[in-house]
């Protein structure tokens, strides 16, 4: 059942059949049904997720009751808080599943371990952790000098097959912009021959 797991390991760092038996132990498969609750605001939350099939979303919700999607997890993503695995504190997000979803659950220790057997594990980790840095940077640079235009076309890059599968309002909030807002730039987009 982890093999979808281990091929993708296997294309990242130099992992053989053998080793992965070694490392694959505490690992398991969880399904989550759609809309079910991973993880509420204020747990400690101490595994990840590797998707590998279906879809998950991080947000919080303001005292106004608005919801701010903060990460989608479609196939081959990882999804994680990070102050509940790193540093044992309460989550300021929640974590569902938008679609029925099939996720490797990660222990928060896991990497560490599995570097006592593969090494590059760790770079493997750097690699993930600093990619999430990046992504992170270049979501709160375009959430505050892009245009909203600008927001769409880059959450169709980042996320080439998302928009038939979730609802406008969601990647409204994802945008940081009213449906409405989205609305017309979609329209905008069809007026200047753009399919998305």
């Not at 070694?22 to 605001?41: P, V």
């Not at 959430?143 to 980042?158: C, G, H, P």
Request: aromatic share 10%; proline share 3%; hydrophobic share 40%.
């Amino acid at each position: 059942m982890l093999e979808q797991f281990k091929a993708y390991l296997q294309n990242k760092v130099a992992l053989t059949d053998e080793q992965f038996a070694l490392i694959s132990d505490k690992l398991r498969i969880k399904t989550f049904e759609r809309n079910e609750m991973i993880l509420m605001k204020g747990e400690v939350s101490t595994h990840g997720y590797f998707v590998m099939s279906g879809l998950l979303r991080s947000y919080s919700i303001d005292s106004k009751g608005k919801t701010h999607i903060i990460q989608f997890a479609p196939e081959q993503w990882w999804l994680s808080d990070r102050n509940g695995m790193l540093f044992n504190e309460g989550s300021d997000f929640f974590i569902d599943a938008i679609e029925h979803t099939e996720a490797v659950v990660i222990p928060k220790d896991y990497i560490n371990e599995a570097a006592k057997v593969v090494p590059c594990m760790h770079d493997l980790n750097h690699t993930i952790l600093n990619n999430s840095i990046r992504f992170m940077q270049k979501r709160i640079n375009m959430l505050l000098s892009a245009t909203a235009e600008e927001r769409y076309l880059n959450f169709i890059k980042l996320y080439p097959n998302l928009t038939l599968r979730v609802p406008q309002w969601m990647i409204a909030s994802y945008l940081g912009i009213t449906p409405e807002s989205l609305s017309r730039v979609r329209k905008d987009l069809a007026h200047k021959h753009f399919k998305a």
